[in-house]
C-alpha cells in the first residue's frame, strides 16, 4: 500500500470528483469551439509529423 493511500478513504467527505461547470460544459457541446479546437491539433499534429520527416 502507497503512502498516499493510507490516508485516503474512498467515499469519505473529503473524497469527492470534479464536477464539470457550465462553462466547461458549454465548451464540451459547442461545435463551432470543437471544429477550431479541431483544426488546431491537426496543425500541431502535422508540425511534429514534418519535425520528424
Do not use: G
Amino acid at each position: 500500500m502507497n503512502e498516499i493511500e493510507k490516508y485516503v478513504k474512498p467515499y469519505d467527505a473529503n473524497f469527492t470528483t470534479m464536477v464539470p461547470t457550465n462553462f466547461v460544459k458549454f465548451f464540451r457541446t459547442c461545435k463551432i469551439w470543437q471544429l477550431f479546437r479541431f483544426i488546431v491539433i491537426n496543425i500541431k499534429m502535422l508540425i511534429v509529423v514534418r519535425k520528424s520527416h
